[in-house]
């Protein structure tokens, strides 16, 4: 049986596990500094920027989605930004992916959102192809810039 829950504070150490295998994944495991501490902070604090997910096969959680509001000035509408979705190699093959992103499709009409996006990396095939049979179309023509780090620092101080 498979279900889709809100994560609870007391689990901030699995999403931390499970963003680790991520960037292990996406051979980005370099980037990651965050503690549980952070994830418990930032997803589950006071003012949280961020919501989590657990996707469960039996009970087990074997993947997660971590998703937060945005705003379109042209529709004046907010949507779904989802940050992360990852399901553990042994959990794949049975429709978990697809149930997160239904359930993020659903969440966002509840929420009278216009649209649910995420980014996906250009070589992850295996992806590209899941989401286009989820109905996904890539936005070619919008390129995304990050000033991060040091060049924040810099651009902050003028």
């Not at 649209?115 to 996906?120: G, I, K, M, S």
């Amino acid at each position: 049986m498979i279900d889709i829950r809100c994560a609870t504070p007391e689990e901030a150490p699995l999403i931390l596990g499970f963003i680790r295998e991520l960037a292990e994944y996406e051979r980005l495991q370099h980037e990651v500094v965050a503690t549980a501490e952070d994830v418990r902070r930032t997803l589950f604090g006071a003012h949280p920027y961020a919501h989590a997910l657990l996707a469960c096969l039996d009970g087990e959680p074997v993947g997660y989605a971590i998703y937060f509001y945005n705003y379109s000035t042209f529709l004046c509408r907010p949507g779904i930004y989802v940050e992360d979705v990852f399901v553990r190699p042994g959990g794949r093959g049975h429709g978990i992916g697809r149930r997160v992103f239904e359930h993020l499709a659903r969440l966002a009409l509840e929420q009278h959102c216009g649209r649910l996006e995420w980014a996906v990396l250009d070589w992850n095939e295996t992806a590209i192809h899941f989401y286009r049979r989820l109905g996904a179309t890539p936005n070619d023509e919008w390129t995304t810039y990050r000033v991060a780090g040091s060049a924040l620092e810099r651009l902050a101080a003028g």
